[in-house]
Structure formats: C-alpha cells, structure tokens
C-alpha cells in the first residue's frame, strides 16, 4: 500500500532544508561584495551536502 518510511523521508527532508537555509543566511551574512554574495549562494547550497557525505564517511569508518 504506502511507504511506512514516508515520514521519516520527510522530517529528514526538512531537517536538510532548515541546513540549507541557516547555511545560506550564514555565508550571506559574512559575505562583501556581488562576487562574495554569489559565491555565498554556492556555498548555502552545497556546504550541507558536504557536511552529510563528510558524517557518512566518518561513519563508514
């Protein structure tokens, strides 16, 4: 019938989102400058996917 792990999908879906947006108001927040504030965006979008493979990778060990 439905995915019993729908939820769980979710909250870490959320969790995931609140890392991205804390991360961009973070970078933006020490950002300078046009270049520094683009770069700030590339940075809130991609530091919590690092962070997630770098936790994974400890756990692996």
Known sequence: MG????GAAAGGGAIYGLGIFGALVWFWQQADGFLEHVWAIFEGLFWPAFM???AFEALAR
């Open 52 to 54: 997630v493979y770098r």
């Open 3 to 6: 995915d019993n792990n729908a």
